[in-house]
């Protein structure tokens, strides 16, 4: 497919041009019918136009479409921020601030740690990723293709390695690397802020270890530390409950949300501790765009949908099925490059492992292709582009789902031996 005006630097997965979707389900502009394990990448937990949301915003484009809420507030925007209240698990009072993308609402929370703690420094994790604006790309936890050829980026950032059993990094080993930065690099009370994802998206679809992230509140809490918790791609839903952060046992300071938030419109949020939200001089915070109306009405009808009971549902019945079959692919031995499957509740990876044919990258973009020719859309992840990760909407149907794992089962099938 040409891609005229495009610019290069732009790297596209699939080269198709999709014209309509309906939940798991989308079509192309020559009438192909494609199964989309990609949603919109972490957007589109309720599918591709999920009926409530398309009533919530075409009743919303009939009342109002905008109005720049640090000019002249609406009630869509409070609404949201009324209904975040009850949907976010934590034991305080939020207070937020809408935006229009994840890595906006990442850019405001750096700001507003800076202005709440008088420090500069941050530090995140190995293989992290937290956008591509200029701020955010030294918080990434990976060079290529991202940082390359732009020279020193905003900072000072510091990355230590992330702990996950899906990645094989123990918590005494990152909890050691904090401490050995803290000792030769910088002295904590220098730290603004700490940000990690509890279940890394771009990295791997990894789950942060639960006894490191307990001790990681702890260190944060004594050294007056924000940290910060990037749920913009685990959040609403994805793992089973409304954030990733409760399989921790732990609470952020600040929230990083967006992606699925709005079902397909743009919107995204940082919101957190009242003190440390309010730090900035008024005026500090706001955006022409953030916070749009019609998003808003989206957002309310993803938060009605969203209810605790839809949430474990949704998540057990894809993480179980996914583990069936996946564990059936690996008893079968007729895989050789299929690894370990990754992940928590819905947020699921597989590891495509080296062979001496080609390396787990090589594989997993010819699986892409060779799934692609058989109607199954994939996205990769990891350091390596090793991991596929699998982000079916919550709401797919069970034969929908079974087709398209059948479809995914042909595709390694024309990898193997």
């Known amino acids: 497919m040409e891609l005229p005006y495009v610019s290069d630097s732009m790297g596209i997965v699939h080269p198709i041009c999709v014209t309509r979707g309906r939940n798991a389900e989308v079509w192309d502009e020559q009438g192909q019918h494609y199964i989309d394990f990609v949603g919109g990448i972490g957007v589109l937990n309720l599918g591709h136009c999920h009926p409530t949301i398309v009533e919530t915003t075409t009743h919303q484009l009939n009342q109002l479409m905008h109005s720049a809420f640090n000019a002249l507030p609406h009630r869509g925007y409070l609404a949201v921020l009324d209904a975040l209240q009850d949907f976010v698990p934590v034991s305080y009072p939020l207070t937020t601030m809408l935006t229009n993308s994840g890595a906006e609402a990442t850019e405001n929370a750096l700001k507003v740690a800076r202005g709440f703690t008088g420090r500069q420094a941050v530090i995140a994790f190995d293989d992290g990723f937290h956008g591509r604006t200029l701020a955010t790309l030294n918080l990434n936890g990976k060079v290529t293709p991202y940082k390359q050829g732009l020279g020193s980026l905003p900072g000072p950032t510091h990355h230590v390695p992330f702990p996950s059993q899906d990645g094989g990094v123990s918590a005494e080993t990152s909890l050691a690397a904090l401490e ?196 199954l859309l994939l996205m990769p992840s990891g350091r390596h582009k090793n991991v596929l990760r699998l982000l079916m909407p919550l709401t797919i149907e069970p034969e929908v789902l079974d087709q398209g794992l059948e479809r995914l089962e042909q595709a390694l099938t024309a990898l193997a031996p």
Request: proline share 5%.
């Open 180 to 375: 050995r930065l803290f000792e030769v690099e910088l002295p904590a009370n220098e730290v603004a802020a700490i940000i990690v994802e509890p279940v890394q998206g771009e990295g791997g679809f990894r789950l942060l270890d639960r006894e490191f992230a307990q001790q990681l509140r702890k260190l944060c809490d004594r050294h007056g530390i924000v940290l910060i918790l990037d749920e913009i791609q685990s959040g609403f839903g994805r793992t089973g409950t409304p954030f990733a952060f409760s399989h921790l046992g732990i609470e952020p300071d600040l929230l990083l949300m967006g992606k699925s938030m709005a079902g397909g419109l743009p919107l995204a949020a940082v919101a957190g501790r009242g003190p440390i939200m309010n730090a900035l001089p008024k005026g500090g915070l706001g955006g022409t765009f953030s916070g749009n109306a019609v998003a808003c009405a989206a957002a309310l009808g993803v938060i009605q949908e969203m209810r605790e009971e839809n949430l474990t549902a949704w998540g057990e019945k894809i993480s179980a099925r996914l583990e069936s079959i996946h564990a059936r692919w690996q008893v079968s031995g007729r895989f050789a490059m299929l690894g370990p499957l990754t992940g928590v509740g819905a947020m699921r990876g597989i590891i495509m492992n080296d062979t001496p044919k080609a390396n787990g990258g090589q594989h997993l973009g010819r699986l892409l292709r060779e799934a692609r020719q058989r109607g």
